[in-house]
């Protein structure tokens, strides 16, 4: 009995302590899909006009060569092809479908379509890692959705057949580099800088051919779009990815993927702050909802956390 009375408080301690670690690695990685909502805002203001393939290069090869001479570590044996897949996958595919769709949808349709992104990931998970589906993730990624449609929606919203595939297919690609990158985890000594550094360097390498003979070189890269290349590179790059991989190897992959309604709620509110745009109470309303989501997806269900309580009763 006076065991069972003194391991109490030391399994209550030790739960307090993962809970608070869990908490801090929440909120780092929520800064890389807080990062990624800025993309929309430099592209429109400081990039030359009609060259996403090549933004998308300027954004890979240049951040990931840099994390290379930093970390002067290159992939061993498997990693080299799984560096290529995961780079194709989260970035080499990602970044240029989402393009395509902004291009050819309005912002908020392409934005919903990407929200949509946790399901998949939830999806992807039984298939691939074999977890069992979760119900009270699966409604907070659908009331995440309609959060974000209320946000970003309006009522110019049209579709495009080409426009809708893309936008569904990038989040498919980065869905499922999401979710193989939890699969793969990383090799032992190695860090996310690194991991980070591979993968960019192999997105980049595969968007060479494609971004000079579909965009080419534009001829109005000024400061400002050095600034705007040297920003989605390095932070919304290097950086975001840093955190993104790691806090994806620390936390359950489908909680972690909600996070990424940061992107688009961020867009919508720099759209705001900087650009001028109005927020209508049905937005205000949609900013809540996805944000109680996101929340709320990072909880066990009910029936999980009233049995932690029981095991410590």
Known sequence: ??????????????????????????????????VWGTTYIVTTHALPTGHPVFAAL??????????????????????WWKS?????????????????????????????LGAAQPIIVAGLAVVVLSER?????????????VGVALVVLGPQAGLDVLGVTAGLGGAVSMGLGVVLTKRWGKPDRVSALSLAGWQLTGAGLL??????????VPTGIDATAVLGYSWLGLVGGLAAYVLWFEGIRRLPVTPTALLGLLSPLTAALLGHVIAGEVLNPIQL????LALTAMTAGQLAPPSSRSS???EFS
């Not at 006076?2 to 302590?17: E, F, N």
């Not at 240049?62 to 498997?78: I, N, V």
């Not at 479908?97 to 912002?107: E, H, T, W, Y």
């Open 84 to 112: 290529l897949v995961l780079g194709a996958l989260n970035m080499a595919c990602f970044f240029p479908l989402l393009f395509v769709a902004a291009q050819r949808l309005p912002g908020g349709v392409a934005a919903t």
């Open 308 to 310: 932690s309580r029981k």
């Open 58 to 79: 300027m954004r890979t090869l240049p951040a990931g060569t840099l994390a290379l001479a930093l970390t002067r570590r290159l992939p061993s044996g498997q990693w």
């Open 207 to 216: 968007l060479i051919v494609p971004a000079l003979l579909i965009d080419g």
């Open 1 to 34: 009995m006076m065991t069972m009375q003194g391991a109490q408080p030391i399994g209550h301690r030790k739960a307090s302590s993962e809970a608070r670690r869990s908490a801090g690695w929440i909120a780092l990685t929520a800064l890389a899909p807080a």
């Open 133 to 145: 589906p979760s119900a009270w993730r699966l409604m907070w990624g659908g009331i995440g959705v």
């Open 285 to 288: 309303l949609g900013f809540a």
